[in-house]
């Protein structure tokens, strides 16, 4: 699986999990040099979530990529997983 941003491919990995239609790649198969950091944080049934946001060719994508370094139990299959919000395109 692949996901790109602005034409570019930023993470790509064959080692994907599925929860709740989302992709998380493992955070080894994100290209760092692509993000930047992000204050966001959410909560939901599998924990906080983290941000980061892509800056890609010089266009910004706010809070673009989500992880859980702490995921409840229920969730621990995204542990040192990294998913993506829509307008990052997720492709075979």
Avoid: C
Avoid at 13 to 40: C, M, Q, W
Avoid at 44 to 72: C, F, H, T
Wanted: charged share 20%.
């Amino acid at each position: 699986m692949k996901a790109i941003f602005n034409g570019v491919v930023v993470a790509e990995s064959d080692d994907t999990v599925i929860v709740e239609g989302e992709h998380y790649f493992p955070e080894s198969a994100l290209k760092r040099e692509y993000t930047s950091f992000s204050n966001h944080r959410a909560s939901n049934w599998m924990g906080q979530a983290r941000y980061l946001s892509l800056l890609v060719n010089g266009e910004l994508k706010p809070d673009a990529i989500w992880y859980y370094p702490e995921p409840n139990e229920a969730a621990a299959q995204v542990k040192g997983r990294v998913a993506f919000v829509q307008g990052v395109q997720i492709t075979e």
